[in-house]
């Protein structure tokens, strides 16, 4: 409820998605603990207890939500869509279809299930914040905004909203403001690296290498497998004129992610540049 760029669609939505699965599981925990000596995993659990009780709509909507924590979204979507089917004003079943709509990359049915949701709900954090994050996808900025700020206001310490309310910030040019949202994160996450890697982008964009590198290299010292700041330091490094220090960067980057089509296109100018 993945993520750092290619405008941080999809990998973001699946991030989002995970989030609140993780928050509504957490509920199921305990029952879970009592039962697993009879059965292996959260799934079979409540397979057993929907199957006992096939007509109430939670065993079903717990169902879903532990089926798609464990990556089987077509279960999943089918077991929310007959806890809704059981009862209509589900709210929480209603975001979920939403969320799974929108791993899927459909957008405008994921945005439907989100209003769905918040009509029913309007306290759901989490479908403020993907409602929002849908929008944004679409360039709807403000609309994206207004939903941000429902959510802070709802929960403000929910720092994946001000991750993305910077994102918007980034993307209008308000390079400050958008620090500003990756600051709040650091109120209530000071050990977690991508915040700290947003602001070094957001210095390297204005051409403040000092405090760019300083933001990078703190990310590391929190996770040293931070491909996308290992990218990051060595922009720092080629802009400062040095070469080695920057192609050493880009090939850490791809040893830990390679697939990280910037840092591979840096190392290959760079390496070009020397013959």
């Known amino acids: 409820m993945e993520t750092v760029d290619e405008k941080n669609t999809s990998g973001a939505a699946l991030f989002l998605f995970t989030v609140i699965l993780a928050i509504v599981a957490s509920a199921l925990a305990f029952a879970a603990h009592r039962r697993n000596s009879i059965w ?154 991508l915040p700290h890697y947003l602001i070094g982008e957001a210095h390297l964009s204005e051409g403040r290498l000092d405090l760019a590198a300083g933001d990078f290299r703190t990310a590391l010292g929190i996770d040293p497998g931070f491909a996308e700041a290992h990218n990051g330091m060595g922009k720092v490094f080629e802009r400062a004129g040095r070469r080695d220090e920057a192609i050493r960067e880009y090939s850490e980057a791809l040893d830990l992610k390679p697939g990280l089509t910037e840092a591979r296109d840096n190392r290959a100018r760079l390496i070009e540049g020397r013959r």
């Open 40 to 193: 292996g995993d959260p799934p079979s659990l409540w397979a057993d207890v929907a199957a006992k009780s096939p007509e109430k709509a939670r065993p079903h909507y717990n169902l879903a939500t532990v089926l798609a924590g464990s990556g089987r979204l077509d279960e999943a979507l089918r077991e929310n869509y007959r806890a809704i089917e059981l009862y209509p004003d589900y709210a929480k079943a209603h975001f979920n279809i939403g969320a799974i709509f929108h791993v899927r990359g459909r957008v405008d049915e994921a945005i439907e299930k989100y209003k769905k949701a918040l009509s029913l709900q309007p306290e759901i954090v989490e479908a403020h914040n993907n409602l929002g994050y849908a929008y944004y996808s679409k360039g709807l900025f403000e609309e994206a905004m207004k939903e941000y700020n429902a959510a802070v206001s709802l929960r403000p310490s929910h720092v994946t909203t001000y991750i993305n309310i910077g994102y918007i910030y980034r993307d209008m040019g308000r390079t400050e403001d958008a620090i500003s949202a990756y600051r709040e994160v650091l109120k209530y996450a000071p050990r977690m690296p």
